[in-house]
């Protein structure tokens, strides 16, 4: 898949889930579960260990799923996370070499961004969507502050966005959001990894029952 091809999909989709996870072992049987529930878009995250790995094995087993990278802060990160096999790009910062970087690689980046200056100086240099970030801490009314003068912008909203508040948000403009509150630590069991399975459900459940 080429550029505006995964930017469309993570558009239809609408929903992006972030695995972080300090114990690297569980990332694979994480992965399985969240595919089992339908999940079609996942970033495996910089700063979980071994991300790299994760990435490259994710890509063999899951091939109907788009496998991006999180928490890119920095080029010697975004070009690591390429050569794995990243097909996606997600940054926290808003780091406007990296866009060069993911378009040169024919790969979409969705850059963070917190104020409006950030966020005209991401969509301006061509970042594909716009991450809001933290999204909750702002809350729904400053984003839609952000939004109305600003409504071309592609903008996901990112960081502990409740199941039931994500109508709220797409309601308000979002184009979509970033999960990453499924994951609780550690996995103890075989019931956690049932548990991330059946939230991964409910989010999707949330986002067709606002957008059918």
Known sequence: MNRKEISELIQHEKIVFITRLKDSSKIQAVIGRLASAGVRILEVTSNTPKYT??????????????????????????????????QFLVTPNCNL?????????????LMGALTPTEVCEAFEAGADFVKL????????????????????????AVG?????????????????????????????????LIDIEQNAINFIKHIKKNHE
């Open 133 to 156: 970030f933290p999204a909750d801490i702002m809350g729904i009314a400053y984003f839609k502050s952000i939004k109305a003068p600003l409504d071309r912008v592609k903008i996901l």
């Open 53 to 86: 790995e994760a990435i490259i094995e994710a890509r063999k087993s899951y091939p109907d799923i788009l496998i991006g990278a999180g928490t890119v802060t920095n080029e010697k990160i975004a070009n690591e996370a390429i050569k794995a096999g990243a």
């Open 160 to 192: 502990n966005i409740k199941q039931n508040d994500v109508g709220l948000w797409m309601n308000a403009g979002a184009t979509g959001i970033g999960i990453a509150s499924i994951l609780k630590e550690p996995i103890k069991d075989e019931q956690d």
């Open 97 to 109: 070499t990296l866009i060069d970087i993911a378009h040169k690689n024919n790969i979409p980046i």
